[in-house]
T-cell receptor, first 114, second 118 residues
Framework: NAGVTQTPKFQVLKTGQSMTLQCAQD?????MYWYRQDPGMGLRLIYY???????DKGEVPNGYNVSRLNKREFSLRLESAAPSQTSVYFC?????????????FGPGTRLTVT | AQSVTQLGSHVSVSEGALVLLRCNYS??????LFWYVQYPNQGLQLLLK??????LVKGINGFEAEFKKSETSFHLTKPSAHMSDAAEYFC????????????????FGKGTLLTVNP
């Protein structure tokens, strides 16, 4: 199993450009998440999808949109990139084990907006 | 609402010394607690978790953590540090769901960078 995969690994955008970050998981998990990681800020939830067909805002959704394409795939779109969106983006999926939802993370996408 | 405070953004220990990374949480409902580790340029991996039952939980790579409800703490320890333990560690909390809430979202602390000196 590949687990959670993300593409691309690195991306440089100019202010105002758009792009979509792709995420796929092969573990048959229902729930998927998008986080951003900034130095000294930990991980902050952007959007999540509790199950196929549903999406909800997290802590920092402004400037982003998501699509839960099917059970495997959950994409994150930046419509008009801003320098404040320079960050490392992580996708995760989760399953319930012993009552708790364990999250499995992808390797991340490093995005720089100039 | 839930929150996590990790005391110390950077902890430095000598190889072979005790590792202690501190985590305090705030939760209005019974929590589930997690520790994740992030090695350089990688995603996060689960080290251990507390759900219910035994309050001392053991994880991978010799780490363990103790849930202390009275102190709202979930500190991570390892008796003897190894160079390969150098990484960033994140404490996280979720709703247990035992009070009817949803528990698939995690709230993370800001992380503690562990440096191990030879």
């Amino acid at each position: 199993n590949a687990g959670v995969t993300q593409t691309p690994k690195f991306q440089v955008l100019k202010t105002g450009q758009s792009m979509t970050l792709q995420c796929a998981q092969d573990m048959n998990h229902n729930s998927m998440y998008w986080y951003r990681q900034d130095p000294g800020m930990g991980l902050r939830l952007i959007y999540y999808s509790a199950s196929e067909g549903t999406t909800d805002k997290g802590e920092v959704p402004n400037g982003y949109n998501v699509s839960r394409l099917n059970k495997r795939e959950f994409s994150l779109r930046l419509e008009s990139a801003a320098p404040s969106q320079t960050s490392v983006y992580f996708c995760a999926s989760s399953e319930q084990t012993g009552g708790a939802w364990e999250q499995y993370f992808g390797p991340g996408t490093r995005l720089t907006v100039t | 609402a839930q929150s996590v405070t990790q005391l110390g953004s950077h902890v430095s220990v000598s190889e072979g010394a005790l590792v202690l990374l501190r985590c305090n949480y705030s939760s209005s409902v019974p929590p589930y607690l997690f520790w994740y580790v992030q090695y350089p340029n990688q995603g996060l991996q689960l080290l251990l978790k507390y759900t219910t039952g035994a309050t001392l939980v053991k994880g991978i790579n010799g780490f363990e953590a103790e849930f202390k409800k009275s102190e709202t703490s979930f500190h991570l320890t390892k008796p003897s540090a190894h160079m390969s333990d150098a990484a960033e560690y994140f404490c996280a909390v979720s709703d247990s769901g035992l009070s009817g809430g949803s528990n698939y979202k995690l709230t993370f602390g800001k992380g503690t960078l562990l440096t191990v000196n030879p």
